[in-house]
Structures are given as C-alpha cells and as structure tokens.
C-alpha cells in the first residue's frame, strides 16, 4: 500500500528522499494534492505518467519554493514579474519561455518551448521544496480523466499503490487547481480559471486575452471530459428527476449543499469531495443547481462543465 507521510520532519525527510531519488510522493497544497516527480529526472517523470495514465502531450506543472527559483528556470515578461509579486505563493500557475539553462527535463514539458511555474501557498509544500532544493513537477495526483483530491485519502483512492509515500496535509484549503496564466511576448492569456479569481488578475495587469480553441490541445487538462466522476452529470437543475441525486447550491438545497450561504470559496473548497461522495452512492446522475458565473464561480462551472461533457475513453 502506498504510505501515509506525516506532515513532521521524519515525514519531509521521507518524502525529500523518495523524490531525490526519482520515486513519486503525493504532496499537498492549498488548492489539491499534487503527485510530485524531480522535474529534472526524466525516467521520473516517465514514470509519473504511466502511473496517472496521463496523455504524454499533457505537460507538468513545475512547483518551486520561491519567485528566485522560477525565474531561474523560465523567462518573465514585466507582465509575469508583477503576477508573481502579487500571487506567489498562490493558487496561480504560470506559463512563460523556458531558459536554455532550465534544469526541468524536456519530458516534463511535454517538449513546448515554455513551462509551467508555480509557488504554492502551503507550509507543508513549501518546506519539502525548500528542503528538495529542486523543481518537482507535479499534476493533480488524480489518474487521468478523474477527480482531482483535495485529501490524502482521496490519494489513496486512486493509488492504493505504486507510490513511495502520500505526505499527509490536511484537506486542502482552496480545493480547485491553480489559475493558469500565459505570459509572452503575446501578452498574457488565460489558459484555466482556478482558485485564484480572474478580476484579482486583471487588477493587477489589466485585461487577459483568451485561449483560442486551437490551443485547448497545448493548454489543457483542457480535454473535453475532465474531472469527471463515473456518473453522469446535469447542470443547471433545479431539483433531482427520478434516478438522479441533487447537488445543491444557496437556496436550492439538494443531497449535499456545497453552500448553503451562497458563498463561492466555501462551494469550490467542497466540489470535488461532494461530487467524489455522491458518485460514491452509485447513482447514474449527479445533478447540479446552478452557479453563478462570477468570480470563483468561472472556475467551478469549468470543471462541472468538463464533468457533464461526452466522455472520452479514459487514456486520451
Ligand atoms: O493547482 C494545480 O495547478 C495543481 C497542483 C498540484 O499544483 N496541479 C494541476 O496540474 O492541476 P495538472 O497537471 O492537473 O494541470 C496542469 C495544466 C495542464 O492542463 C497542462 O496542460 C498545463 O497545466 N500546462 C503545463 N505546462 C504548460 C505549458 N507549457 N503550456 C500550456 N499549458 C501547460
Ligand atoms: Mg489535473
């Protein structure tokens, strides 16, 4: 069985080890647990995506202890420096031009030009990258295709083994992965919503060009039928139909209630645990109240919108 590493020093040592020696830990971080790799050992990193059965043109998010230790590794436009001061640590990933000196393997970046930085704002993964020393790529530590964890648990699910150890954080605090934002010579665009709100962005750089359809192949756990649990999904509803279970939102009260406050944090936090609970009672249909599409109500109607979407089969 995969072992559960607790958050004390003998645990960060344990999983520092495991990692430096290119097996893969599960870690935490504010927004979901993350299977983490050596970015730079590409054996690693091959074996990372066997392990998540993830496509091979899916490149890793590369995690860093600190904005000094991204910009070693990538090219930061003005646009990028400023996101960085402002968010880091925080739920924001960003995607710049890689240096020819990077020490991040060609693998982990899916063999693009540029790679995906980010700082996470949490002590637990915030001491095992100071204590590392090196990037470690990390994607959500879900298999391809299913929900991302937002506990060390929800880990164990979907690895009951093949990893050197699961560091144990706590349930994660934001609960939807990390907005992804482009900077180039192109300006900056957005690649993913996620747990940091689009108009704290904007306020600090000023309005975000859009993906084009053309890039949700380069972009993206940006497959059409990500996140999905194994039942099928309904938006918008406004009570259960027959053989459907309810997930509730605000006023419309359901199963489970991911607010019943309407508040958007508390809904994102809860999402996949809710959706990973009622998929837990076998039904056919999670059904879901409507959202409201305002803050980090943009990254929550994301995921369920990939949930409901036609699935694809589970390795592409
Ligand atoms: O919150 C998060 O972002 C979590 C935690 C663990 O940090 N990680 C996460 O990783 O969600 P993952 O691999 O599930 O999603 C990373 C996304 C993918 O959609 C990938 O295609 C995109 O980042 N990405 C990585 N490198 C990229 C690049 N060079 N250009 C465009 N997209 C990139
Ligand atoms: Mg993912």
């Known amino acids: ?35 983490g790799v050596d970015a730079r050992q590409a054996k690693a990193v091959a074996a990372l995506y066997a392990a ?10 590369a995690h860093v202890a600190n904005a000094e230790a991204a910009r070693r590794e990538g090219v930061f436009t003005p646009a990028a420096q400023a996101l960085a001061e402002a968010f880091w640590p925080g739920p924001m990933t960003l995607v710049v031009p890689s240096r020819p000196e990077s020490q991040i393997c060609d693998l982990a970046r899916a ?9 996470p704002a949490h002590s637990i993964a915030l001491a095992l990258l100071t204590r590392c020393g090196f990037p470690v790529a990390a994607p959500s530590a879900n298999r391809s295709g299913r929900i991302s964890p937002t506990s ?27 907005t992804i934002v482009r900077c180039d010579d192109q300006g900056a665009t957005l690649l993913r919503p996620g747990g940091l709100k689009r108009a704290s962005i904007e306020a600090v750089i000023g309005p975000l060009l859009l993906a ?28 259960a139909a027959a053989g459907e279970v309810l997930l509730g939102f605000g006023a419309i009260d359901g199963d489970l ?21 009622l998929d837990a009672r076998g039904v056919g249909i999670i ?30």
Request: glycine content about 8%; some cysteine; overall charge neutral.
């Open 212 to 239: 084009g359809a053309e890039e949700s192949v380069q972009a993206p756990g940006q497959l059409a039928s990500h996140y999905a649990p194994r039942a099928a999904v309904r938006l918008n509803a406004l009570s």
């Open 257 to 277: 209630n991911l607010s019943p406050s309407g508040d958007l944090a508390e809904a994102a936090a809860k999402l996949f645990q809710s959706l990973r609970v």
């Open 1 to 35: 069985m995969s072992p559960i590493f607790d958050a004390d020093e003998a645990g960060l040592a344990a999983a520092a080890a495991a990692l430096a020696r290119g097996a893969l830990v599960a870690i935490p971080t504010e927004t979901v647990y993350g299977l």
């Open 152 to 178: 060390a648990a929800h880990v164990l699910q979907d690895f009951p083994s093949g990893l050197a150890g699961i560091l144990d954080g706590g349930p994660c605090a934001i609960g939807l992965e990390s």
């Open 287 to 316: 059904a879901v109240a409507p959202i409201p599409e305002i803050g980090l109500g943009e990254a929550i109607m994301d995921r369920l919108r990939r949930a409901a979407a036609p699935r694809l089969p589970i390795s592409s």
């Open 111 to 119: 063999g693009l030009p540029s790679l995906a930085l980010r700082v």
């Open 52 to 61: 998540k059965q993830r496509p091979r043109f899916n490149p890793l998010i």
